[in-house]
């Protein structure tokens, strides 16, 4: 076999090895010294006793992260109890005419973390969004929480410095993502399958660096799995050529709505927000400097101006139609590609162990994660256009699938009907203006001021969102003069919801509520501690038993009581943003959601008044968008 191989292959092969080897000594060196301090702390039995020094040896980010969310539970055991303001008082704070520090325009991951940054940093902050919090993008993504495996290999194979940079970065982020938000985010474990056995060292090596550049904020660490034990982990795996696997971890959460608790929680601590409210245009003062906006509420067609010290663009793909507003000679720096997802049902991806193989033929990564009970398949990524809901196209969804069905054994057929729902999101690839071949793009994110002092934040990922706006909000106090009155510290702001969950919260729902335990844990993973109150609410229109708990579909643990929460608690306006962004039904599944449409609408109505003419309206335009979520065009006209 060895001499089969060409001269650049036996010398990956020895780097590999001795990297691994030397990976292995530093490992185990970390480990007994990790043991010996753990061991010397039990001996003297301070860890019993509380021995803070000794335990933030052990585990210095979750103690000091333990101590800070002490401290912020005491002053923040309100949050509990905290009513959220309604959408009206949002609207009349923002239209009483009053100055703001800063206007944020868009309500993806990057507008909520900003407002939530800026806000906790003593800032008058409004943010405005057209649609809905992570009606774009946010909500469209892979869902990983990830240092980005694929940008190590860059890092080490070509010692690219930066992408090394942004790698240790992400990991960095990773960690502080699931400490601030540990009911919507979890731990996954990936399974990478190896087809060559002289890519194993090479695998693993990646794998061990990937362990080792999170240092101390690591996940569980990765390990190597023999082709026997890998099809045990995954059965309906191809058999032929498989040598065996490598499992690492990287986290995993539920995008849109880690985005409205982002939005929620920046209006806990003082910020002004408001869904379905559009830009229009921007105003200028005498010296053409920008000034604030003018918005629009696309619910009433109410039009007003907003003044702000400084306006914030963070419009994701969108970044260019507001950049030109601004002024028109401005040249594009979004390159937007499209990626495609599909949902398959759970049996792709038996034991929540996700698979993920970075090195396809022609470069793209392909992958089956699983994910709120189903199994998510991707990606595509090609050029695209710009538009509010793309459309999946058909030979997109069939690339997927014929990519996919090479990972499976020749027995298990992926059939077009396994296809449960499909979403398209577009990439806010940031391009230098300046630059002259695609080859600069980077997916990095990029912060610029235009001579009109509109500042654009675009491109990065969901998981360095916060890094993201802490970096946006120290650039715009700089630019527009503003007088915080504290230092970042998003690092230690807990979502809403976090203070006082835990992960076995949901046994007291089932002894509380008699709901089965499925729907119990969808709560936890849900709302955190807030599922106490949703679960709470009573359907008055229930005829059947138990009153708590009513599923909105089968086969999938959505309760009614959810739609009420989401209308009361999280400013959800349409039967879509229930849907496809308070419970994710439409991206789960999009003839289960059609399916719950009218009842959604049942309930909005009671909750919201709604005649006749806007639940018909309601109805059109849901169906319009599942059609966008894969559901076949010919259901969505009939009632
Ligand atoms: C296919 C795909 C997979 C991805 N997977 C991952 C992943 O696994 N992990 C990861 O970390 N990252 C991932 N990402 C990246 C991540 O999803 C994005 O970086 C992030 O969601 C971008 O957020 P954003 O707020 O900048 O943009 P958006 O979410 O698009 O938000 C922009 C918002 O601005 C609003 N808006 C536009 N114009 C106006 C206006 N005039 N007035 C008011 N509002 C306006 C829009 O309605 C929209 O809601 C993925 C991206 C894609 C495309
Ligand atoms: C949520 O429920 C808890 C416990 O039942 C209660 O203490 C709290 O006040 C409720 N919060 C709101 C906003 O209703
Ligand atoms: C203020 C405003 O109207 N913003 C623009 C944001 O970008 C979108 C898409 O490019 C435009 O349609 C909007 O006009
Ligand atoms: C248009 C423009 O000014 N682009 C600049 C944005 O900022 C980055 C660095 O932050 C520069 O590289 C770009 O030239």
Redesign the pocket.
């Known amino acids: 076999m060895w001499k089969n191989l060409n001269r650049s292959q036996k010398k990956l092969v020895s780097l590999c090895a001795a990297g691994g080897i030397g990976g292995a000594a530093y490992y185990y060196q970390q480990q007994q010294q990790r043991r010996s301090v753990y061991l010397s702390a039990l001996k003297h039995q301070e860890a019993a006793m509380g021995s803070l020094s000794t335990i933030q040896k052990l585990m210095p980010r979750s103690v000091a992260f333990a101590e800070a969310v002490q401290q912020q539970q005491k002053l923040e055991s309100a949050d509990i109890d905290w009513k959220v303001p309604s959408r009206e008082t949002m609207l009349e704070r923002l239209k009483a005419g009053e100055e703001f520090d800063l206007l944020i325009?868009?309500?993806?991951?990057?507008?909520a973390g900003t407002a939530l940054d800026a806000t906790t940093r003593g800032l008058k902050v409004a943010l405005?969004?057209?649609?809905d919090f992570?009606?774009?993008?946010?909500s469209?993504?892979?869902?990983?929480?990830?240092g980005g495996v694929r940008y190590l290999q860059k890092a080490i194979m070509e010692l690219d410095h930066e992408q090394y940079k942004l790698v240790v970065e992400a990991l960095h982020e990773r960690k502080v993502f699931l400490d601030i938000a540990p009911y919507l985010s979890s731990q996954l474990p990936i399974m990478l399958p190896v087809y060559k056995w002289y890519q194993i060292p090479y695998y693993w090596v990646g794998c061990k660096m990937y362990d080792l550049f999170a240092g101390r904020e690591a996940l569980e660490s990765s390990y190597f799995l023999t082709r026997s034990k890998a099809l045990e982990a995954f059965p309906m795996l191809k058999k032929d050529e498989l040598v065996g696997a490598l499992v690492y971890y990287d986290g995993q959460h539920n995008?849109a709505r880690m985005n409205v608790v982002l939005a929620l929680t920046a209006v806990y601590h003082g910020a002004t927000v408001a869904n379905h409210?559009?830009?229009l245009d921007l105003t200028k003062n005498d010296k053409d400097i920008i000034n604030g906006a003018v918005v629009k509420d696309t619910l009433t067609g109410d039009e007003w101006t907003i003044k702000a010290k400084g306006v914030i663009n963070?419009?994701?793909?969108?970044t260019d139609?507001?950049r030109k507003m601004d002024d028109k000679e401005n040249k594009d720096i979004v390159a937007p590609s499209a990626?495609v997802?599909i949902i398959l049902p759970n049996y792709y991806s038996p034991r929540n162990m996700g698979l993920l193989d970075p090195a396809t033929s022609d470069g793209r990564v392909i992958f089956f994660l699983p994910w709120l009970g189903n199994t998510i398949a991707g990606?595509t990524d090609s050029p695209t256009e710009v538009t509010?809901n793309p459309l999946p196209k058909e030979d997109e969804v069939q690339w997927i699938l014929e990519e996919v069905s090479h990972y499976l054994s020749p027995d298990v057929k992926v059939r077009r009907s396994d296809v449960l729902a499909a979403w398209s999101?577009?990439?806010?690839l940031v391009r230098d203006p300046h630059a002259k071949n695609t080859e600069s793009l980077v997916r990095n994110h990029m912060i610029n001021v235009s001579d009109n002092k509109l500042l654009t934040i675009?491109?990065?990922?969901?998981?360095?969102?916060r890094a993201m706006a802490m970096e946006t909000v120290d650039k715009a106090i700089e630019v527009f003069d503003l007088k915080p009155t504290d230092v970042c510290h998003t690092d230690k702001v807990v979502l809403i919801g976090s203070t006082g969950y835990s992960n076995t919260m949901f046994i007291r729902l089932v002894q509380e509520f008699g709901m089965d335990t499925e729907v119990a844990q969808h709560l936890g993973h849900a709302y955190g501690s807030r599922a106490f109150n949703v679960s709470s609410i009573e359907d008055p229109t229930s005829v059947s038993w138990p009153n708590y708990g009513n599923r909105l579909a089968p086969n999938y643990p959505y309760i009614e009581a959810e739609i009420r929460y989401a209308v009361r608690q999280e400013f959800a306006c349409t039967a879509v943003d229930v849907l496809a962004r308070r419970t994710r039904l439409a991206f789960l599944n999009a003839e289960a959601a059609l399916q719950a449409l009218p009842r959604v609408i049942e309930i909005m109505s009671e909750e919201l008044k709604w005649n006749k003419a806007r639940q018909k309206q309601e109805y059109d335009s849901a169906a319009q968008f599942l059609v966008t979520m894969g559901l076949a065009a010919d259901r969505a006209g009939q009632k």
């Open positions: 325009v868009g309500g993806g991951a990057t507008g405005v969004e057209r649609d992570a009606s774009g993008t946010s469209r993504s892979t869902k990983l929480v990830h995008d409210c559009e830009v963070a419009t994701g793909p969108f139609g507001l990626g997802h990606t509010p999101g577009i990439r806010p675009a491109g990065g990922k969901w998981t360095t969102y």
